[in-house]
T-cell receptor, first 115, second 114 residues
Framework: DTAVSQTPKYLVTQMGNDKSIKCEQN?????MYWYKQDSKKFLKIMFS???????INETVPNRFSPKSPDKAHLNLHINSLELGDSAVYFC??????????????FGEGSWLTVV | TQLLEQSPQFLSIQEGENLTVYCNSS?????LQWYRQEPGEGPVLLVT?????EVKKLKRLTFQFGDARKDSSLHITAAQPGDTGLYLC??????????????FGKGTLLTVNP
């Protein structure tokens, strides 16, 4: 059973389109995240949610709108896609935040290519 | 602002050699984690260090957290081709971060040649 699963794994779309990436975790964790990994492999936090509540929004353009219908799901909707949005988007979860020895589990990533 | 400086960025060595990867910051983190990421997959946690001066061993991998909790190192003894991958350090909490996000270094891409 996959702990953190995200779909789709690959997405190729045109500029200006709207797309969504879905994420689900079956670990019973309270905290979920979206990270973006650029072409140089740099991973940067986008959003953190704890028990469906937004905790961190790391100056992400408001074309990106996360939604957490319940604490097991955190979806990412992107409006008006731009070329610079091309990246790998990782969903992750942890029991409660990142402090102490909390283990953060990452999904396999969603490869978004905007053409 | 890049809070965690990781070096070297690229490392190509022969099987059997030893290597060290460094992760340095001017800020204090309450914990530091090391991840390994393989192509097409998400990062996988290797170890978390919490206490200043803490040393953890995972088979041929040795992780150390600096006394001031601003830096960390990963040492691999007798590297094998299976160690090839992207190694990432990440800090949490403290003055350098938050308890609800990880701040990542830029990664070290390690290639171990047979």
């Amino acid at each position: 059973d996959t702990a953190v699963s995200q779909t789709p794994k690959y997405l190729v779309t045109q500029m200006g389109n709207d797309k969504s990436i879905k994420c689900e975790q079956n670990l019973g964790h309270d905290t979920m995240y979206w990270y973006k990994q650029d072409s140089k492999k740099f991973l940067k936090i986008m959003f953190s949610y704890n028990n469906k509540e937004l905790i961190i929004n790391e100056t992400v353009p408001n074309r990106f709108s996360p939604k957490s219908p319940d604490k097991a799901h955190l979806n990412l909707h992107i409006n008006s896609l731009e070329l610079g949005d091309s990246a790998v988007y990782f969903c992750a979860s942890s029991p409660r935040g990142t402090s102490g020895r909390n283990t953060i589990y990452f999904g396999e990533g969603s490869w978004l290519t905007v053409v | 602002t890049q809070l965690l400086e990781q070096s070297p960025q690229f490392l190509s060595i022969q099987e059997g050699e030893n290597l060290t990867v460094y992760c340095n910051s001017s800020s204090v983190f309450s914990s530091l984690q090391w991840y390994r990421q393989e192509p097409g997959e998400g990062p996988v946690l290797l170890v978390t260090v919490v206490t200043g001066g803490e040393v953890k061993k995972l088979k041929r991998l040795t992780f150390q957290f600096g006394d001031a909790r601003k830096d960390s190192s990963l040492h691999i003894t007798a590297a094998q081709p299976g160690d090839t991958g992207l190694y990432l350090c990440a800090g949490a909490g403290g003055s350098g971060g938050s308890n609800y996000k990880l701040t990542f270094g830029k990664g070290t891409l390690l290639t171990v040649n047979p």
